[in-house]
Protein backbone atom coordinates (compact mmCIF):
# COMPACT_ATOMS: atom_id res chain seq x y z
CA UNK A 1 0.00 0.00 0.00
CA UNK A 2 1.50 3.56 -0.53
CA UNK A 3 1.15 6.01 1.18
CA UNK A 4 2.35 9.91 1.20
CA UNK A 5 4.15 11.24 4.10
CA UNK A 6 4.44 14.86 4.62
CA UNK A 7 6.28 17.04 6.85
CA UNK A 8 4.16 19.83 7.27
CA UNK A 9 5.33 23.44 8.36
CA UNK A 10 7.26 24.10 5.21
CA UNK A 11 6.84 27.50 3.04
CA UNK A 12 6.32 27.09 -0.47
CA UNK A 13 8.23 29.33 -3.02
CA UNK A 14 8.76 29.16 -6.42
CA UNK A 15 7.48 28.01 -9.79
CA UNK A 16 5.37 24.80 -10.53
CA UNK A 17 5.03 24.06 -14.25
CA UNK A 18 1.39 23.11 -14.70
CA UNK A 19 0.28 19.84 -17.06
CA UNK A 20 -2.01 19.35 -19.37
CA UNK A 21 -6.08 19.69 -18.28
CA UNK A 22 -6.92 16.44 -17.31
CA UNK A 23 -10.50 17.13 -17.92
CA UNK A 24 -9.87 18.10 -21.58
CA UNK A 25 -7.31 15.23 -22.05
CA UNK A 26 -10.29 12.42 -21.47
CA UNK A 27 -12.31 14.10 -23.94
CA UNK A 28 -10.23 14.87 -26.46
CA UNK A 29 -8.29 11.21 -26.67
CA UNK A 30 -11.86 9.49 -27.27
CA UNK A 31 -12.58 12.21 -29.79
CA UNK A 32 -9.40 11.22 -31.86
CA UNK A 33 -11.10 8.01 -32.47
CA UNK A 34 -13.98 9.99 -34.82
CA UNK A 35 -10.55 10.72 -37.71
CA UNK A 36 -10.15 8.96 -40.87
CA UNK A 37 -6.22 9.01 -40.21
CA UNK A 38 -3.91 9.49 -37.10
CA UNK A 39 -3.41 12.26 -34.42
CA UNK A 40 -1.14 13.60 -32.39
CA UNK A 41 -1.95 14.70 -29.39
CA UNK A 42 0.47 16.96 -27.18
CA UNK A 43 0.48 18.39 -23.92
CA UNK A 44 -1.16 15.39 -22.29
CA UNK A 45 -0.76 14.55 -18.86
CA UNK A 46 0.93 11.45 -17.72
CA UNK A 47 -1.80 10.38 -15.17
CA UNK A 48 -3.96 7.41 -13.94
CA UNK A 49 -7.15 8.44 -15.86
CA UNK A 50 -5.60 8.98 -18.82
CA UNK A 51 -3.34 5.90 -19.38
CA UNK A 52 -7.08 4.22 -18.55
CA UNK A 53 -8.45 5.68 -21.10
CA UNK A 54 -5.42 5.17 -23.25
CA UNK A 55 -5.54 0.58 -22.26
CA UNK A 56 -9.04 0.97 -23.40
CA UNK A 57 -8.42 2.10 -26.76
CA UNK A 58 -5.96 -0.20 -27.44
CA UNK A 59 -7.70 -2.75 -26.38
CA UNK A 60 -10.20 -1.62 -28.88
CA UNK A 61 -7.61 -1.95 -31.47
CA UNK A 62 -6.01 1.30 -31.60
CA UNK A 63 -2.14 2.30 -32.83
CA UNK A 64 -1.93 4.06 -29.64
CA UNK A 65 1.37 5.09 -27.90
CA UNK A 66 3.48 7.62 -26.13
CA UNK A 67 5.84 9.57 -28.43
CA UNK A 68 7.38 10.87 -25.02
CA UNK A 69 6.32 11.44 -21.80
CA UNK A 70 3.35 14.52 -22.60
CA UNK A 71 2.10 13.21 -26.40
CA UNK A 72 0.39 10.38 -27.64
CA UNK A 73 -0.02 9.03 -30.92
CA UNK A 74 -3.34 7.80 -32.00
CA UNK A 75 -4.07 6.02 -35.17
CA UNK A 76 -8.13 4.72 -34.58
CA UNK A 77 -7.84 2.73 -37.87
CA UNK A 78 -7.36 -0.39 -36.82
CA UNK A 79 -10.56 -0.48 -34.67
CA UNK A 80 -13.08 -2.82 -35.10
CA UNK A 81 -15.64 -2.79 -32.17
CA UNK A 82 -17.69 -0.86 -30.62
CA UNK A 83 -17.82 -2.52 -27.50
CA UNK A 84 -15.24 -0.86 -24.75
CA UNK A 85 -13.64 -3.05 -21.45
CA UNK A 86 -16.14 -3.61 -19.37
CA UNK A 87 -13.55 -3.27 -16.38
CA UNK A 88 -11.66 -0.46 -17.71
CA UNK A 89 -14.53 1.91 -18.27
CA UNK A 90 -15.95 1.42 -14.36
CA UNK A 91 -13.20 2.16 -13.23
CA UNK A 92 -13.21 6.24 -14.71
CA UNK A 93 -16.44 8.70 -15.42
CA UNK A 94 -14.83 9.99 -18.30
CA UNK A 95 -14.96 6.40 -19.82
CA UNK A 96 -19.04 7.32 -21.06
CA UNK A 97 -17.59 9.77 -23.75
CA UNK A 98 -16.83 6.68 -25.83
CA UNK A 99 -20.24 6.32 -26.00
CA UNK A 100 -20.67 9.53 -27.86
CA UNK A 101 -17.42 8.86 -29.86
CA UNK A 102 -17.99 5.65 -31.19
CA UNK A 103 -21.81 6.44 -31.94
CA UNK A 104 -20.17 8.69 -33.95
CA UNK A 105 -17.83 6.67 -35.59
CA UNK A 106 -19.70 3.39 -35.49
CA UNK A 107 -23.57 4.23 -35.10
CA UNK A 108 -23.14 1.80 -32.06
CA UNK A 109 -21.72 2.24 -28.72
CA UNK A 110 -21.56 -0.37 -25.51
CA UNK A 111 -19.69 0.82 -22.81
CA UNK A 112 -20.54 0.54 -19.00
CA UNK A 113 -21.83 2.73 -16.43
CA UNK A 114 -19.03 5.45 -15.21
CA UNK A 115 -16.73 5.02 -12.22
CA UNK A 116 -14.46 7.46 -10.85
CA UNK A 117 -14.87 9.24 -7.82
CA UNK A 118 -17.87 8.28 -5.62
CA UNK A 119 -19.84 11.71 -4.11
CA UNK A 120 -22.94 11.36 -5.63
CA UNK A 121 -25.02 9.74 -8.35
CA UNK A 122 -23.87 10.12 -11.93
CA UNK A 123 -26.86 10.04 -13.66
CA UNK A 124 -26.53 9.97 -17.50
CA UNK A 125 -30.48 11.06 -18.75
CA UNK A 126 -29.40 14.26 -20.32
CA UNK A 127 -26.75 12.19 -22.62
CA UNK A 128 -29.02 9.62 -23.32
CA UNK A 129 -31.91 12.43 -24.03
CA UNK A 130 -29.19 13.78 -26.86
CA UNK A 131 -28.23 10.91 -28.35
CA UNK A 132 -32.54 10.12 -28.62
CA UNK A 133 -32.69 13.52 -30.46
CA UNK A 134 -30.16 12.82 -32.45
CA UNK A 135 -31.76 9.06 -33.69
CA UNK A 136 -30.13 6.71 -31.37
CA UNK A 137 -32.33 4.10 -29.16
CA UNK A 138 -30.64 2.63 -26.22
CA UNK A 139 -30.77 -0.24 -23.23
CA UNK A 140 -29.40 -0.54 -19.49
CA UNK A 141 -28.49 -3.72 -18.82
CA UNK A 142 -25.85 -5.38 -16.62
CA UNK A 143 -24.26 -2.29 -15.73
CA UNK A 144 -23.79 -1.84 -19.76
CA UNK A 145 -25.28 1.00 -21.50
CA UNK A 146 -26.05 -0.08 -25.53
CA UNK A 147 -27.06 2.82 -27.75
CA UNK A 148 -27.35 2.72 -31.64
CA UNK A 149 -28.59 3.94 -34.27
CA UNK A 150 -29.11 3.40 -37.88
CA UNK A 151 -27.93 6.92 -38.63
CA UNK A 152 -27.60 9.76 -36.62
CA UNK A 153 -29.53 12.95 -38.14
CA UNK A 154 -29.11 16.79 -36.43
CA UNK A 155 -31.29 17.99 -34.02
CA UNK A 156 -32.16 20.72 -31.17
CA UNK A 157 -30.98 19.76 -28.00
CA UNK A 158 -31.93 21.36 -24.53
CA UNK A 159 -30.53 20.06 -21.68
CA UNK A 160 -32.73 20.37 -18.81
CA UNK A 161 -29.67 21.00 -16.18
CA UNK A 162 -26.05 22.11 -17.51
CA UNK A 163 -24.17 19.44 -17.78
CA UNK A 164 -20.48 19.45 -18.83
CA UNK A 165 -20.75 15.48 -19.57
CA UNK A 166 -23.38 15.66 -21.40
CA UNK A 167 -22.77 18.52 -23.73
CA UNK A 168 -19.39 16.89 -24.37
CA UNK A 169 -20.92 13.22 -25.18
CA UNK A 170 -23.49 15.12 -27.57
CA UNK A 171 -21.20 16.87 -29.54
CA UNK A 172 -18.74 13.55 -30.25
CA UNK A 173 -21.97 12.46 -31.16
CA UNK A 174 -23.61 15.22 -33.85
CA UNK A 175 -20.10 16.18 -35.36
CA UNK A 176 -20.66 13.49 -37.99
CA UNK A 177 -24.39 13.25 -37.60
CA UNK A 178 -26.14 14.52 -41.43
CA UNK A 179 -27.44 18.27 -40.74
CA UNK A 180 -27.19 20.78 -38.08
CA UNK A 181 -27.70 19.87 -34.12
CA UNK A 182 -27.74 22.70 -31.84
CA UNK A 183 -27.22 22.39 -27.89
CA UNK A 184 -29.05 24.93 -25.82
CA UNK A 185 -27.94 25.23 -21.67
CA UNK A 186 -24.81 24.22 -22.94
CA UNK A 187 -21.81 24.02 -20.48
CA UNK A 188 -19.58 26.25 -21.16
CA UNK A 189 -16.13 24.91 -19.13
CA UNK A 190 -12.24 25.65 -21.21
CA UNK A 191 -12.22 21.99 -22.02
CA UNK A 192 -15.51 22.15 -23.86
CA UNK A 193 -14.26 24.79 -25.59
CA UNK A 194 -10.65 22.75 -26.16
CA UNK A 195 -12.65 19.82 -27.25
CA UNK A 196 -14.07 21.95 -29.68
CA UNK A 197 -11.13 23.80 -31.05
CA UNK A 198 -9.72 20.11 -31.77
CA UNK A 199 -12.46 18.97 -33.72
CA UNK A 200 -12.51 21.86 -35.92
CA UNK A 201 -9.01 21.51 -36.54
CA UNK A 202 -10.10 17.83 -37.74
CA UNK A 203 -12.53 19.28 -40.03
CA UNK A 204 -15.54 19.74 -37.92
CA UNK A 205 -17.95 22.67 -37.68
CA UNK A 206 -18.43 23.39 -34.45
CA UNK A 207 -19.82 26.94 -33.88
CA UNK A 208 -20.36 28.69 -30.22
CA UNK A 209 -18.62 26.42 -27.51
CA UNK A 210 -17.91 28.63 -24.77
CA UNK A 211 -21.59 30.03 -25.17
CA UNK A 212 -24.90 28.32 -23.63
CA UNK A 213 -26.02 27.30 -27.28
CA UNK A 214 -23.74 25.81 -29.59
CA UNK A 215 -24.31 24.67 -33.06
CA UNK A 216 -22.66 21.97 -34.77
CA UNK A 217 -22.82 21.71 -38.36
CA UNK A 218 -22.26 17.84 -39.71
CA UNK A 219 -19.54 16.61 -41.60
CA UNK A 220 -18.47 13.49 -43.30
CA UNK A 221 -14.72 13.23 -42.87
CA UNK A 222 -12.30 14.23 -40.05
CA UNK A 223 -8.59 13.91 -40.77
CA UNK A 224 -5.45 13.90 -38.38
CA UNK A 225 -4.24 16.72 -36.80
CA UNK A 226 -1.66 17.64 -34.04
CA UNK A 227 -2.98 19.29 -31.45
CA UNK A 228 -1.95 20.71 -27.93
CA UNK A 229 -4.00 20.41 -24.96
CA UNK A 230 -4.97 23.46 -22.58
CA UNK A 231 -3.51 23.77 -19.17
CA UNK A 232 -5.02 21.68 -16.14
CA UNK A 233 -6.90 24.90 -14.19
CA UNK A 234 -7.72 22.76 -11.31
CA UNK A 235 -4.45 21.70 -11.17
CA UNK A 236 -3.09 25.30 -11.23
CA UNK A 237 -5.68 26.65 -8.72
CA UNK A 238 -4.67 23.54 -6.23
CA UNK A 239 -1.07 24.75 -6.22
CA UNK A 240 -2.14 28.12 -5.96
CA UNK A 241 -4.16 26.90 -2.85
CA UNK A 242 -1.20 25.04 -1.74
CA UNK A 243 0.89 28.11 -1.72
CA UNK A 244 -1.76 30.18 0.19
CA UNK A 245 -2.52 27.64 3.18
CA UNK A 246 2.07 27.56 3.85
CA UNK A 247 1.73 31.39 3.74
CA UNK A 248 4.62 30.71 0.89
CA UNK A 249 4.88 32.37 -2.60
CA UNK A 250 4.07 30.32 -5.55
CA UNK A 251 3.97 30.99 -9.29
CA UNK A 252 1.93 28.47 -11.31
CA UNK A 253 3.28 28.60 -14.76
CA UNK A 254 1.85 27.52 -18.50
CA UNK A 255 -1.45 28.62 -17.48
CA UNK A 256 -4.54 30.64 -18.91
CA UNK A 257 -4.90 33.31 -16.75
CA UNK A 258 -8.27 33.94 -17.32
CA UNK A 259 -9.68 30.18 -16.67
CA UNK A 260 -8.48 31.06 -13.18
CA UNK A 261 -10.00 33.87 -12.78
CA UNK A 262 -12.88 32.98 -10.00
CA UNK A 263 -9.91 31.35 -8.08
CA UNK A 264 -8.00 34.48 -8.20
CA UNK A 265 -10.44 36.32 -7.03
CA UNK A 266 -11.35 34.24 -3.98
CA UNK A 267 -7.52 34.24 -3.15
CA UNK A 268 -7.72 37.85 -3.10
CA UNK A 269 -10.77 38.60 -1.01
CA UNK A 270 -8.86 36.13 1.71
CA UNK A 271 -6.23 38.62 1.58
CA UNK A 272 -3.12 37.05 -0.74
CA UNK A 273 -1.57 39.40 -3.54
CA UNK A 274 -2.05 37.44 -7.12
CA UNK A 275 -0.45 38.73 -9.78
CA UNK A 276 -1.02 37.79 -13.48
CA UNK A 277 1.48 37.63 -16.35
CA UNK A 278 0.83 36.07 -19.76
CA UNK A 279 1.01 32.48 -18.89
CA UNK A 280 1.64 32.59 -15.14
CA UNK A 281 -0.15 33.54 -11.93
CA UNK A 282 1.69 34.59 -8.61
CA UNK A 283 -0.25 34.29 -4.95
CA UNK A 284 2.04 35.59 -2.06
CA UNK A 285 1.14 35.45 1.24
CA UNK A 286 1.17 39.37 2.74
CA UNK A 287 0.72 38.83 6.44
CA UNK A 288 -3.33 37.71 6.00
CA UNK A 289 -5.98 34.77 5.22
CA UNK A 290 -9.24 36.08 5.98
CA UNK A 291 -12.80 34.38 5.36
CA UNK A 292 -14.35 34.21 2.32
CA UNK A 293 -18.33 32.29 1.50
CA UNK A 294 -17.95 29.99 -1.74
CA UNK A 295 -20.42 28.61 -4.03
CA UNK A 296 -19.46 26.09 -6.48
CA UNK A 297 -20.87 27.13 -9.64
CA UNK A 298 -20.91 26.14 -13.40
CA UNK A 299 -18.04 27.82 -15.60
CA UNK A 300 -17.58 30.61 -15.12
CA UNK A 301 -18.16 30.28 -11.47
CA UNK A 302 -16.27 28.62 -9.22
CA UNK A 303 -15.84 25.21 -9.69
CA UNK A 304 -16.93 22.26 -7.70
CA UNK A 305 -13.30 20.59 -8.48
CA UNK A 306 -11.67 23.31 -6.05
CA UNK A 307 -14.27 23.02 -3.17
CA UNK A 308 -12.43 20.90 -1.17
CA UNK A 309 -9.48 22.48 -1.72
CA UNK A 310 -10.59 26.15 -0.82
CA UNK A 311 -12.09 24.68 2.01
CA UNK A 312 -9.01 23.12 3.64
CA UNK A 313 -7.77 26.56 3.80
CA UNK A 314 -10.59 28.58 4.67
CA UNK A 315 -9.78 26.23 8.05
CA UNK A 316 -7.49 28.32 8.84
CA UNK A 317 -8.30 31.26 7.62
CA UNK A 318 -9.40 34.26 10.56
CA UNK A 319 -13.38 34.41 11.15
CA UNK A 320 -16.12 32.37 9.86
CA UNK A 321 -17.01 30.97 6.32
CA UNK A 322 -19.20 28.96 4.62
CA UNK A 323 -19.21 27.08 1.58
CA UNK A 324 -22.21 26.43 -0.54
CA UNK A 325 -21.73 22.68 -2.39
CA UNK A 326 -24.04 23.33 -5.57
CA UNK A 327 -23.12 21.22 -8.02
CA UNK A 328 -22.58 17.97 -6.26
CA UNK A 329 -24.64 15.91 -3.86
CA UNK A 330 -22.46 14.24 -1.00
CA UNK A 331 -18.99 16.06 -1.97
CA UNK A 332 -18.32 16.77 1.95
CA UNK A 333 -17.29 13.43 2.76
CA UNK A 334 -13.60 14.47 3.12
CA UNK A 335 -14.78 16.66 6.14
CA UNK A 336 -14.70 13.87 8.47
CA UNK A 337 -10.95 13.48 7.33
CA UNK A 338 -10.28 17.73 7.47
CA UNK A 339 -11.95 17.29 11.21
CA UNK A 340 -8.95 15.03 12.34
CA UNK A 341 -6.65 17.59 11.70
CA UNK A 342 -8.68 19.74 13.67
CA UNK A 343 -10.83 21.78 11.84
CA UNK A 344 -13.70 23.35 12.93
CA UNK A 345 -16.25 22.53 10.11
CA UNK A 346 -19.95 21.47 10.44
CA UNK A 347 -22.24 20.53 7.77
CA UNK A 348 -25.98 20.66 6.63
CA UNK A 349 -26.63 19.41 3.53
CA UNK A 350 -24.74 21.19 0.53
CA UNK A 351 -24.12 23.99 3.12
CA UNK A 352 -20.22 23.89 5.14
CA UNK A 353 -19.56 26.24 8.21
CA UNK A 354 -16.25 26.85 8.32
CA UNK A 355 -14.76 28.41 11.76
CA UNK A 356 -11.17 29.27 10.77
CA UNK A 357 -8.34 28.26 13.56
CA UNK A 358 -4.86 29.13 14.12
CA UNK A 359 -3.62 25.50 12.72
CA UNK A 360 -4.17 22.31 11.49
CA UNK A 361 -2.55 18.94 13.26
CA UNK A 362 -1.04 16.55 11.83
CA UNK A 363 -2.81 12.83 11.64
CA UNK A 364 -3.38 10.07 9.22
CA UNK A 365 -6.13 10.25 6.78
CA UNK A 366 -7.18 9.21 3.80
CA UNK A 367 -8.01 10.75 -0.07
CA UNK A 368 -11.59 9.58 -0.40
CA UNK A 369 -11.69 10.86 -4.29
CA UNK A 370 -9.62 13.07 -6.29
CA UNK A 371 -9.89 16.25 -5.41
CA UNK A 372 -10.66 15.16 -1.74
CA UNK A 373 -6.96 14.25 -1.85
CA UNK A 374 -5.88 17.29 -2.93
CA UNK A 375 -7.09 18.87 -0.22
CA UNK A 376 -5.67 16.43 2.23
CA UNK A 377 -2.24 17.42 0.72
CA UNK A 378 -3.01 21.06 0.88
CA UNK A 379 -3.78 20.33 5.04
CA UNK A 380 -0.81 18.21 5.62
CA UNK A 381 1.35 20.55 3.84
CA UNK A 382 0.15 23.39 6.07
CA UNK A 383 -0.11 21.57 9.45
CA UNK A 384 2.06 21.30 12.51
CA UNK A 385 3.97 17.72 12.40
CA UNK A 386 3.91 14.88 10.03
CA UNK A 387 0.72 12.98 8.51
CA UNK A 388 0.27 10.15 6.31
CA UNK A 389 -2.37 9.89 3.39
CA UNK A 390 -3.77 6.85 2.86
CA UNK A 391 -5.48 5.89 -0.81
CA UNK A 392 -3.38 8.43 -2.55
CA UNK A 393 -3.95 6.27 -5.86
CA UNK A 394 -7.43 8.51 -5.83
CA UNK A 395 -4.81 11.68 -5.85
CA UNK A 396 -2.94 10.27 -8.96
CA UNK A 397 -6.03 9.64 -10.99
CA UNK A 398 -5.22 13.95 -11.64
CA UNK A 399 -2.29 14.92 -10.48
CA UNK A 400 1.06 14.43 -12.20
CA UNK A 401 4.21 14.35 -10.72
CA UNK A 402 2.60 15.64 -7.81
CA UNK A 403 5.59 14.72 -5.09
CA UNK A 404 7.93 15.75 -7.43
CA UNK A 405 6.38 19.07 -8.37
CA UNK A 406 5.61 19.82 -4.72
CA UNK A 407 9.54 19.03 -3.89
CA UNK A 408 10.70 21.50 -6.70
CA UNK A 409 8.63 24.28 -4.17
CA UNK A 410 9.97 23.04 -0.83
CA UNK A 411 7.38 20.94 0.47
CA UNK A 412 8.60 17.84 2.29
CA UNK A 413 6.55 15.24 1.25
CA UNK A 414 7.60 11.38 0.37
CA UNK A 415 5.63 8.75 -1.35
CA UNK A 416 6.09 5.58 0.77
CA UNK A 417 5.78 1.49 0.44
CA UNK A 418 3.84 -0.13 2.72
CA UNK A 419 4.25 -3.49 3.15
CA UNK A 420 3.10 -6.34 4.59
CA UNK A 421 5.16 -6.71 7.26
CA UNK A 422 4.36 -2.65 8.48
CA UNK A 423 7.49 -1.52 7.10
CA UNK A 424 7.55 1.71 5.37
CA UNK A 425 10.36 1.81 2.40
CA UNK A 426 10.98 5.18 0.84
CA UNK A 427 10.28 5.24 -2.83
Same mark, same amino acid.
Given at each position: ???????????????????????????????????????????????????????????????????????????????????????????????????????????????????????????????????????????????????????????????????????????????????? +?? $?? @?????????????? =??? #? &? %???????????????????????????????????????????????????????????????????????????????????????????????????????????????????? +?? $?? @?????????????? =??? #? &? %?????????????????????????????????????????????????????????????????????????????????????
Amino acid at each position: MDKFLINGGKQLKGEVVISGAKNAAIAIIPAAILSDEACRIENVPNIKDVNAMVRILHDMGADIHWVNRSTLLIDPRPIGTYVASYELARQMRGSYYLLGALLGRCNHAIVSMPGGCDFGVRPIDQHLKGFAALGAEYTLEGGMVNVSASSLKGSSIYLDVVSVGATINIMLAAVKASGM +TV $IE @NAAKEPHIVDLANF =LNT #M &G %ADIRGAGTDVIKIYGVEHLHGVTYSIIPDQIEAGTYMVAGAATYGDVTVTNVIPKHLESITAKLEEMGLEVTEYDEAVRVRYVGKLNKCNVKTMPHPGFPTDMQPQITALLSIAKG +TS $IV @NESVWDNRFRYIDE =LKR #M &G %AQVSVDGKLAVVEGIDHLNAAPVKATDLRAGAAMVIAALSAHGTSEIEQIRNIERGYEHIVEKLQGIGADIRRITVRDDEEAQAV
